[in-house]
């Protein structure tokens, strides 16, 4: 296994541990975070997504495989069980990660997961009918950062 594989399983590693401080060192400083609900522009932030989401996730349960990496790039398959803390429907959400590095580090991260599919999961039916539009899509965007403010506010080690 390569020095970034060696990050990737790191990262997940910790998450199925719940270690949200062992995700957050496999970030550099600068690096970005993007997904279907988060934007992130700093490991700040990120840290503080992974501490928030695993805080919040008293059930959530993690599965990946498929860790590939090679000194720029890298990719891995991973799937996480949840109860979404708004609505306590049950997730089970199926996601592809691309990964670049930088100084032996995370320094963008991208998950990609089919939106409609968790939106019916996460919201019922609101989310089967109306999850591939924006308006769910902004809506779910807008409600995820305000979640993060409000966390990374009781949080001052995230400012």
């Known amino acids: 296994m ?4 060696q990050v990737i399983e790191t990262l997940y590693s910790s998450f ?5 401080r062992g995700m957050a060192a496999c970030y550099h400083p600068d690096a970005t975070f993007t997904d279907e609900a988060f934007n992130l522009k ?3 932030e990120i840290a503080a997504m ?3 989401l695993i805080e919040s996730g008293k059930d959530m349960r993690m599965e990946y495989r498929d860790i590939e990496a090679d000194q720029q790039i890298g990719k891995a398959h991973w799937e996480a069980y949840y109860s979404f803390s708004r609505t306590g429907n049950k997730v089970h959400n199926i996601i592809d990660a691309t990964f670049e590095f930088k100084d ?3 320094i963008r991260h991208r998950d990609y997961f089919n939106f409609w599919r968790w939106a019916g999961m996460a919201l019922g039916m609101p989310g089967k009918l109306l999850g591939w ?9 807008k409600t995820a ?7 990374i506010a ?5 400012s």
């Not at 539009?133 to 965007?141: A, D, G, Y």
């Open 2 to 5: 390569n020095q970034n594989q």
């Open 16 to 20: 199925s541990r719940k270690d949200y």
């Open 42 to 44: 700093s490991a700040k």
């Open 50 to 52: 992974w501490h928030m």
């Open 104 to 106: 032996g580090k995370i």
């Open 133 to 141: 539009t924006p308006l769910i899509r902004n809506k779910v965007q």
């Open 145 to 151: 950062r305000e979640n993060l403010d409000k966390f």
């Open 154 to 158: 009781k949080h001052p080690e995230y």
